[in-house]
């Protein structure tokens, strides 16, 4: 754990200096150490909630002696590995439990090697991402997305009363392979990155199919890809910071605030007409990328009236912002607890 940390901290603070020579030269040295390859079948095979659940192959490894075979492995087959298709299956949207939510599962080796991969180039990337991007990511949570809505509303004096809260239609699934693979650039591990997108999908009774776009939701890298993807939002929705002074990484007074959680975002703006101008660039930066919005969730909203956003309610009274669960968690959680 030590010397895997150490790492992520070397390639972090690389990319920030801007040495992008040193940050290949240290993503390598991660790609092939061994410390990550046990850390990464570690969180694979213990740790994470899906550790029972297998891939195409039926394999699992649930002991000691299982676990250090696949470690083994793993390790051995670091230069020669070629992904397998993930097996889809179906799980109740949360949102809206009528509805399935595809997921894809990797075979428990491919899991592994996603691990080792994203220790890799996580760290690069939580250097250059945004400031208000909480999906997904180290240390962040839903919590403080919210608590950053709070802090640009709240008060008597609060200018930006306009929202727009957007949802990204299927975003797992439609993201653009060559834009994507293309903000990646020369990381030393693209090849195999880009064979885990074009792995392709078995699903029982269909067999299997080839993916085109999108990254399997399910995946241990999934979510960052996803958060690579969606890097940039925050310049095309026109959002800018104070470069100097002591005021320097502080929003300019007349930019709109991006709050943005995995593919959902809310835009927090001045003006009606100023809500409407972010949501049409927005749209126009998404669409190459594969991506749009999904209408029926996406609207543009005063602040009196309010929006659900990430299970919360966030709605002005008068000159007071008042943050409390939204009706529909409420509900769910009230059935979920009468379940059990």
């Known amino acids: 754990e030590r010397e895997v940390e150490r790492l992520r901290q070397r390639i972090f603070k690389a990319t920030q200096e801007g040495d992008w020579p040193k940050v290949r030269n240290l993503q390598k040295l991660m790609l092939r150490s061994q410390s990550n390859t046990l850390l990464s079948v570690r969180q694979v095979t213990q740790r994470n909630t899906g550790r029972k659940t297998a891939g195409v192959d039926g394999e699992v490894a649930l002991t000691s002696e299982a676990r250090a075979s696949v470690a083994v492995r793993v390790h051995q087959s670091i230069t020669s590995w070629k992904p397998r298709a993930v097996k889809r299956v179906y799980i109740p949207k949360g949102s809206n439990p009528a509805k399935l939510r595809p997921l894809g599962i990797p075979v428990l080796t491919d899991r592994c090697h996603q691990a080792r991969v994203r220790n890799a180039l996580e760290p690069e990337w939580e250097a250059r991402f945004e400031p208000r991007s909480y999906g997904f990511r180290p240390g962040r949570s839903c919590q403080d997305a919210i ?82 993807a969606l890097h940039g939002l925050e310049e095309a929705a026109g959002v800018r910071y104070v470069v100097n002074g002591a005021q320097a990484g502080d929003t300019k007074k007349d930019s709109p605030v991006l709050v943005r959680y995995a593919d959902d975002m809310v835009v927090l703006c001045h003006s009606h007409e100023q809500a409407h101008r972010a949501k049409a660039k927005l749209a126009e930066w998404l669409a190459p990328r594969g991506l749009v919005f999904n209408e029926d969730k996406t609207q543009i909203v005063h602040l009196r009236d309010g929006f659900d956003f990430l299970g919360f309610n966030v709605r002005r009274y008068r000159h007071k912002l008042l943050i409390k669960p939204s009706k529909a968690a409420v509900g769910r959680l009230r059935k979920r607890l009468a379940e059990e």
């Not at 994507?180 to 269909?206: C, N, S, T, Y």
Request: overall charge positive; charged content about 20%; proline content about 7%.
């Open 147 to 228: 608590g950053a809505i709070y802090l640009t509303c709240k008060g008597p004096l609060a200018k930006r009363i306009w929202a727009l809260d957007a949802d990204l239609a299927a975003a797992f699934d439609r993201i653009d392979h060559a834009r994507l693979l293309q903000a990646i650039g020369h990381f030393p591990a693209k090849r195999m990155v880009a064979d885990w997108l074009k792995a392709g999908v078995f699903e029982p009774g269909k067999g299997f199919t080839p993916t085109e776009e999108g990254t399997p939701q399910g995946g241990v890298i999934s979510p960052l890809l996803m958060n690579v």
